[in-house]
């Protein structure tokens, strides 16, 4: 059974690790892919624009200009003539920026202006494409009253141009050609080109996102291991957030960090207050059983008392007796059990208070032989009577620290109890065992030893180990339970020991100035 158990354990353990490792592999992967899908489609939108749309921007700049220099020269023409000084640097930047071609002839055909020095052949070109003689494939692109713009294909020499050619304002004939790179191969290589970039950058996005999703992760697995544990009221790990730097995920640290503090206090004040709550039903329980046990002790030991008073006033009443002397006897033994009944309940009351803590305790010092002389003394003529010898071993007084009246209380009930105990030699004796800090006293009797299973139900109230015995000399079992209660409150120890002819009670009291 407990293999199963330990199986099952170790299943549930090795499934909430594999979910942890799940759960941050899960996030590191839907970063990576978010940033290379990110990274990818920004590549293939630069791969479908540059494939579909450069060639025609290219043409279109091209075009334009083509235009602007057309216009530029016309002006010219208009304002000063192309053979202003002024103008020749504006022509030749005119043709060198814009890699432009540009020949301008007059009607009669002379050479106006021409931006290249072989022009014979650009003016067997220019009539041509006038008198439409020339070879290739031809598209015209825009075309206006003044002048004509085209793509022209050069299949001799496969190439391609943009061509204007039209009039100016003053009537000359202007021919402006253009060279048009190999706009597709261009394509291909920037293709390329992207390709490279569009995998390197794949590769090390895929780099700095694992790189970053750890620095991430490892704080969000360690918060989420933190709130498993706070699950299972476990309080004692933390979260430490960086030093130099604070981000939100070390302020959800610290906040977490607050939370397991607030609770942590919660529940230690939740169950204090429970063990409180325990305590005080576990103590009204008690008090509940105590006075149950009270009310049945109280009744059972006032039944035989009242049983007998009631018995002889009747007697009294009916006149049972007539002489004197029986009447006497009747109303002492009336007076008798009325006696012992008081006696009893002001035994009762005193274990009452002390039970419950009422009673203060008042600690002098005082000569404890002088208080034991007094009680002896006081139960001399009782132990007289009975033949019953006391004897005392006392060097000198002896100063402890304790309640004066209580302890007078202590070594009467077991002096008193020796007296009524004592047989075979009827001897008392009565003397001291000093330690470090305490003395222990010890009242020893001769007579029966107690049963060894009796000895820890001696301190029960109303307990009697021989109950005809005790009845005999009125004893209320409760004498004991005095003992033990007042000992308890001086937090000293009492017990009882048999011996081959014997029972000796003793206590102890402190004898240091000590303060613990």
């Not at 009336?334 to 008042?362: C, H, R, S």
Request: glycine share 4%; hydrophobic share 40%.
């Amino acid at each position: 059974m407990k293999t199963r158990k330990s199986k099952i354990l170790w299943n549930q353990s090795n499934n909430e690790n594999e979910t942890q490792s799940r759960r941050k592999e899960s996030l590191t992967q839907e970063l990576v892919f978010i940033i290379v899908g990110l990274v990818a489609g920004t590549v293939l939108l630069c791969w479908f624009l540059n494939t579909v749309l450069l060639e025609s921007y290219y043409v279109n700049h091209k075009q334009k200009t083509l235009l602007e220099g057309y216009e530029t020269i016309d002006a010219q023409c208009a304002s000063e003539g192309l053979d202003a000084s002024d103008f020749d640097v504006t022509f030749d930047n005119l043709c060198a920026n814009g890699n432009i071609t540009v020949m301008v002839i007059s009607a009669d055909r002379t050479i106006v202006r021409s931006s290249i020095n072989d022009s014979q052949q650009m003016l067997i070109e220019f009539m041509n494409i006038i008198f439409g003689k020339s070879v290739g494939e031809t598209r015209i692109l825009k075309e206006d009253s003044n002048y004509v713009i085209q793509k022209r294909t050069d299949e001799r020499l496969d190439a391609e141009y943009l061509v204007l050619y039209g009039t100016l304002s003053n009537g000359d004939l202007i021919l402006m050609k253009s060279a048009l790179e190999s706009i597709r191969e261009s394509v291909k290589i920037s293709n390329r080109f992207l390709a490279y970039v569009g995998i390197f950058a794949v590769i090390f996005s895929i780099i700095i996102i694992v790189l970053v999703s750890r620095r991430i992760t490892t704080p969000l697995v360690r918060l989420a291991d933190i709130s498993k544990r706070m699950t299972e009221l476990d309080f004692e790990v933390k979260y430490q957030p960086a030093k130099h730097r604070t981000n939100e995920i070390d302020v959800l640290g610290r906040d977490m960090n607050l939370m397991s503090e607030t609770l942590e206090k919660t529940i230690s004040e939740l169950k204090s207050a429970n063990n409180q709550l325990q305590s005080d039903i576990e103590k009204k329980n008690e008090i509940d059983e105590m006075r149950k046990e009270f009310l049945s002790n109280v009744s059972h030991e006032l039944k035989t008392p009242l049983a007998l008073i009631q018995g002889y006033a009747e007697g009294l009443k009916e006149c049972v007796h007539d002489d004197a002397e029986s009447r006497d006897f009747y109303c002492e033994v009336i007076m008798d059990e009325a006696d012992k009944m008081n006696q009893m309940v002001k035994k009762l009351l005193t274990l009452n208070q002390l039970e419950f803590g009422n009673e203060t305790v008042t600690m002098e010092h005082f000569d404890l032989t002088e208080l034991i002389t007094g009680v002896i003394n006081s139960q001399m003529l009782l132990a007289e009577q009975s033949g019953i010898r006391i004897d005392f071993e006392a060097d000198g007084p002896m100063l402890v620290w304790a309640d004066e009246f209580k302890v007078e209380e202590v070594v009467t009930n077991y002096l008193s109890n020796a007296i009524h105990y004592a047989s075979y030699e009827k001897r008392i004796l009565i003397r001291y065992i000093k330690k470090a800090d305490c003395v222990r006293v010890c009242v020893f009797n001769t007579g029966e030893p107690i049963p060894e299973s009796e000895l820890e139900n001696v301190w029960i109230k109303f307990y009697k180990v021989d109950k005809a015995r005790t009845r005999e000399y009125g004893g209320s079992g409760i004498g004991l339970s005095i003992v033990k209660a007042i000992m308890e409150s001086f937090h000293r120890e009492c017990g009882v020991e048999n011996h081959e002819d014997g029972v000796e009670f003793w206590f102890e009291l402190d004898t240091s100035s000590k303060v613990e």
